[in-house]
């Protein structure tokens, strides 16, 4: 199974150059999915979409202000993409978790959902390492 698996993702991050497909199933948080992609005519997974560059505030917060960034995070996704609407996925990436992915999300009016996060304030630039916490000033 893990050499399945494995072998799935090499395929899909193979095509991280183009733009990939895929239609959002479940939001989890205000930076991650869950989305059913198409990798070859008769090859479909779900996998969990992390959105990349960008962190928001965590659902299993630190302090209440956190919790209610986080919670509004997580419906500000779900407007942009509910379930069943068709996003683009481009400059794919391995995640440290197996069976997610990192990914910029290209809604289908070209914007991209990370950049509106961070227009909104739900979300900030996130290039690695350390977090900052969301619940100091």
Known sequence: MKKLLSFILCVFIAGGAQAVPAVVDYIFDGD???AGVKLE???EITVRV?????????????CDAEKVMAQNARDLLGTLIPKGTIVELKNI????????????VIL???????NVLIDSGLARPYKGGKRKSWCEK
């Open 108 to 114: 289908p009016d070209g914007r991209d959902v990370g």
């Open 41 to 43: 005519a008769d090859v």
């Open 50 to 62: 992390r959105l990349i560059n960008i962190d928001t505030p965590e659902m299993n917060a630190k």
């Open 93 to 104: 990436k391995d995640d440290k978790y197996l069976g997610r992915i990192n990914a910029n």
């Open 32 to 34: 991650t999915f869950s």
